[in-house]
């Protein structure tokens, strides 16, 4: 909104005539979110301390018992921030505001979470999966009222890659497909916030891809060049997407080893509707199990690990689920499964990048 406004007057200095580009808009986000990010946590960390710690669950090593009395719920800051960044460097399009809507709706989710966790000074309770359920499938209607606005004739569909302009049509299934999405991406994101720095230095990686490939489809050219779909305003999703990059990257500062601050659940659930509202509002669900290749190798780690042992009477898989605590039972240092993993999203992430041409 301050971007449009500043761009009136691009009569007045050919500088203001900037505030017309998305590249342009898209820097000023990160920036702005970093800044704000940057300066208001060391803040919060202090607050937090008294106020909103992290609560050590038993089901994790040992090692991790150090940990308990952290801040926690750093989601607070840098989602809001972020949100903020977006509204005023974005214009006002219904691909936004859907953006915006799915990560409030989710980061409340898990900020009503934190509260009861604390209130019962452990890491049980938080809202029930009934209620979780209900939001998610009110979004996912909600989102598919504003597709058929958005993609006409395409509304009900999703691509799929390799094959050039070829989309699946889900009809009336549409919505819950949606949901499943929203859902599955938050809770992915939630299983891989278990070590300093490693959900928010994952997460970074595919939304920068969906970012890029926001922008790729708001430009006719370069959508019809890659032969993905034309979205008129999907170029603005590359703000939203910008905007998150600069909370995150800021975050990771306070977030890495030893963290000062964890995001806890109101951030990682806010980052999956982030995550999946871009994938939903581009078209490009498949493209976001590709690009989120460690989010998904996470989920099925403890998917899997819960069904052997039920099957089994008690075996594992797994030293320990999710995935990245297997490897600290094996005795890698922490650093490094956290390293290893963010080079792990960044080679996903080239390969859904990589797919955008072969098709």
Known sequence: MLADFLAQF???HI???LFNYITFRSALAFITSFILTFTLLKYYIVWAKEKLYERISEDVPERHKVKK?????GGLVFVPIAVFSTLIWAKPVIEILMAVLATLVMGFMGFVDDIHK??????????????KLVFQLALGGIFAISATYIFGDKAFMTQILFIK????????FYFIFVALVISGTSNAVNL???????????????LAVLGLVAYFEGNFKFADYLNILYIKNAGQLAIFSSSFLGSLVA????????AEVFMGDTGSQALGGALASLAVLTKQEILLAVAGGVLVMETLSVALQVSYFK????KRIFRRSPLHHHFEELGWEETKIVVRFWIASLLFSLIALSTLKIR
């Open 192 to 206: 891989t916030d278990g070590l300093d720095g490693l959900a928010s230095g994952v997460v970074i990686f595919p």
């Open 10 to 12: 691009s009569h007045v």
């Open 165 to 172: 302009n070829y989309f699946i049509s889900l009809g009336i």
């Open 15 to 17: 500088l203001f005539n």
């Open 118 to 131: 604390l209130k019962r000074k452990d890491k049980k309770g938080g809202l029930r999966k009934t209620y």
């Open 311 to 314: 099957l089994t009477g008690g």
């Open 69 to 73: 009395g952290t801040p926690s719920s």
């Open 251 to 258: 975050f990771l500062w306070y977030n890495s080893y030893p």
